[in-house]
């Protein structure tokens, strides 16, 4: 930090800017906007960011980066960690003001019994589990172009937690992930990912953030949205797959069955998972050496 004990927005974008290439001033504002940053306030109205707001900062962008997490998940998750109370800072002017202790950590991740949204199991990829990719069902309530199956849908939405509204404007989701609005509406040509139209606006959910996410970072390999088209289809081929499986369980007509179809669907994911990642392996390791 600098001789003042704080950073304005422009020095932090200079701080980090090496880490994070792809960070940009109006992404952090983005964040503020949505709740994951509080930085203090001058007089005149600029952000005044200390070390724990840029050390908060880091933590989203790597959960980002890294994990490919929607920011309701990492919101959830820096809220467990203010819970453990507010670390005092003494601004220049001999204040004290509370500030959120640094993350250090993300928190554990969620039960074995957490339970799988519809969005979610078409937002699996190749190399995040389920869990990652959090639990936040779509807006819209109907299946979108290429969902999957009607059985495998009608199961996760039954029993998944409706953790509210994540939603986000074209510009807003082109904004997080460091996608233009062209590179969007190529990833929803695709299917990829699938806004809600309310009140003559379209909105994306933690899910489509998340794709858009891995999408920018797949672009600095020179892959676009028509060759990640494959996942889609992969996933869809799963879900019909996961169908055939739980479908005996459904036609018992019980909640405890209904509720073993759920918990067979999370583990079948971690399963498909795990295998892809394995299999990929394999596949590459005449290129990686075994790596």
Do not use: W
């Not at 039960?111 to 807006?139: F, I, K, Q, W, Y």
């Not at 933690?206 to 672009?219: K, L, P």
């Amino acid at each position: 930090m600098n001789g003042r004990a704080y950073l304005s927005i422009g020095q932090v974008l200079d701080l980090l800017k090496q880490e994070f290439p792809d960070l940009t001033i109006s992404k952090i504002r983005f964040l503020e906007s949505q709740g994951l940053l509080d930085p203090e306030r001058t007089p005149s109205g600029y952000r005044k960011f200390y070390e724990p707001d840029v050390e908060r900062l880091r933590y989203i962008l790597r959960a980002q980066q890294e994990q490919y997490l929607p920011l309701k998940v990492i919101k959830g998750r820096l809220g467990s960690d203010d819970d453990a109370g507010p670390e005092p800072v003494e601004a220049p002017n001999g204040a004290v003001r509370a500030r959120p202790a640094a993350v250090s950590a993300p928190a554990a991740a969620p039960a074995p019994n957490a339970r799988v949204t519809a969005t979610t199991m078409r937002g699996v990829t190749a190399s995040a589990p389920v869990e990652d990719l959090g639990a936040s069902r779509h807006p819209s309530g109907a299946p979108a172009k290429g969902a999957p199956p009607a059985v495998l849908r009608a199961v996760t939405e039954d029993e998944a937690v409706d953790s509210g509204p994540d939603s986000l404007t074209i510009e807003e989701l082109a904004t997080v992930s460091g996608l233009t609005v062209a590179d969007i509406s190529e990833l929803e040509r695709f299917g990829l990912v699938t806004g809600k139209r309310i009140a003559g606006t379209t909105y994306y959910d933690g899910d489509c953030a998340t794709i858009a996410g891995v999408a920018a970072r797949f672009r600095t390999f020179g892959v676009e949205a028509r060759h990640l088209r494959m996942y889609r289809t992969a996933v869809e081929r799963e879900a019909g797959f996961f169908e055939q499986v739980v479908t005996p369980m459904l036609k018992q007509r019980n909640p405890q069955a209904r509720r073993q179809a759920v918990e067979t669907l999370l583990e079948m994911s971690r399963l498909g998972s795990a295998m892809r990642d394995a299999v990929l392996r394999l596949a590459l390791r005449e290129y990686t050496g075994g790596s």
